[in-house]
């Protein structure tokens, strides 16, 4: 069995922190009650005090209509300062996935994952991550910002979706401010706000059956596409039980959707982004979801201030890192990090076994893909567009199985399933 040689050894200690993803699978007090379901927007959930609070003057805007990060420090300094604290986790020293995983030259063959793919690092390097990678070329569209600055979102918002169809070079230079306050707040910290209005969109009806502060989280982690004919960074979903990786194929089939032809196999493939939201809140939710827990129970940890002052950390941390954190899973969890290990060992071993296994089919189906009659190819190349996306959801999802464990093992299965009915047709 093929394991990985570095992969999870560097995950253990950073995964969570690398973004603002939603918490563990199983990871709850049974002594404390699940948050009530919020609406999209709503109050901050901090306990109020019963003193009339001091009122904060909301900054002068930039020229995008964001208050940027810089400008609440003196208003709240806690919050900056831990804020800031995420620069610590850089790109100096992140995996290269294709190194990693090398199957993936193979199975990313002809589009712009193969160019470059490396492990992410915090919200700080938002902005340089996307004018650094060498997936972005003269043909990109704007819509590759989004999430990656505020004053992208804000732009969008104030001016209309027909910004995402805008040529990507024209835009990017005008922008300066990384992921920060204006994404999950607009410009009034009291409140929780989801902001992008794709991902609002794409929760219909059911925008209240998740805490707000999961749903900050998602609208950036989650599973979308570029629609072919606007251009609009698009959800492949509308309500929770259409968020599954099944069901999203399932969309994407219906559409005739795809990113990209594979050059060897002819099939029509799909890439699969980051889909936390989904894994955790979608068609089958986790323990965590079920009882009502959000991303910020997890990965904000509770902190007091030099003056005494309780505030919600800002610095974004796998929960094992934190005893105010890890302490409230012990009813469940005797030995919480040990438990998320074994998830992850047992995701990322099975990773590997089956990217080799992808590569296997991909030139087996190459090498026969002239001597089979069009229906058996068409087939075939259904299966390798199937598999690969089973296998690359629970790849890209940034948990490597500790988000829902039982759900990414019945992924990586319906991906060992269809690649089994694979090798059966090109027998």
């Known amino acids: 069995m093929k394991r990985s040689t570095g992969r999870k050894k560097v995950i253990a200690a950073t ?40 009122v904060v003057e909301t900054p002068e805007p930039d020229e995008f209509g964001v208050v940027t990060a810089a400008m609440w420090k003196d208003a709240y300094p806690n919050e900056y300062a831990t804020y800031m604290e995420n620069e610590e986790n850089s790109p100096e020293g992140k995996m290269n996935y294709l190194e990693e995983y090398p199957e993936l030259n193979t199975m990313y063959k002809g589009y712009g994952f193969a160019k470059g793919y490396d492990e992410a690092c915090s919200h700080s390097y938002s902005l340089t991550s996307i004018n650094e990678t060498p997936r972005v070329n003269e043909k990109t569209l704007a819509n590759c910002i989004t999430c990656k600055t505020p004053q992208f979102t804000a732009k969008v918002n104030a001016e209309g979706e027909d910004v995402y169809a805008q040529p990507f070079a024209d835009l990017i230079g005008d922008f300066t401010e990384p992921i920060s306050c204006y994404n999950c707040h607009e410009n009034d910290p009291s409140k929780v706000v989801v902001t992008q209005q794709h991902f609002q969109r ?26 072919p004919d606007t251009k609009y960074t698009t959800n ?41 939201y989904e894994t955790i809140y979608g068609a089958a939710p986790s323990n965590m979801a079920n009882q ?17 002052a309780e505030f919600s950390s800002h610095k974004l941390i796998n929960p094992t890192e934190d005893p105010a954190i890890s302490e ?58 199937a598999a690969q996306f089973y296998w690359d959801y629970v790849m890209v999802e940034n948990s ?28």
């Open 15 to 54: 995964a969570c922190s690398l973004v603002l993803v939603a918490g563990l699978a199983a990871c709850a007090a049974p002594t404390e009650k699940a948050p009530e379901p919020a609406p999209a927007t709503q109050e901050a959930t901090e306990e109020k005090p019963e003193t009339t609070p001091a």
């Open 328 to 385: 409230k899973c012990t009813p469940c969890h005797a030995d919480l990090a040990g438990q998320i290990a074994d998830w992850q060992e047992e995701t990322v071993a099975r990773e590997h076994e089956l990217a080799a296994q992808i590569e296997k089919y991909i030139n087996d189906l190459t090498a026969k893909k002239d001597s089979l009659d069009a229906d058996t190819l068409a087939k075939a190349q259904d299966i390798h567009r």
């Open 236 to 276: 492949p979903y509308v309500g929770h039980k259409a968020m599954g990786a099944e069901e999203i194929l399932a969309y994407y089939n219906e559409k005739g959707f795809s990113d990209w032809e594979h050059p060897d196999t002819g099939a029509k493939m799909l890439k699969a982004q980051h889909p936390e």
């Open 202 to 227: 794409a929760l219909g009806d059911e925008a209240g059956d998740t805490a707000v502060e999961a749903q900050t989280c998602g609208q950036c982690h989650n599973e979308y596409y570029f629609d």
């Open 292 to 308: 009502g827990y959000s991303c910020a129970d997890c990965h904000m940890a509770p902190a007091a201030g030099d003056d005494g």
């Open 400 to 427: 490597e199985g500790a988000h829902n464990p039982s759900l990414a093992q019945e992924n990586l299965d319906k991906c060992e399933q269809k690649l089994e009915e694979g090798f059966a047709l090109l027998a």
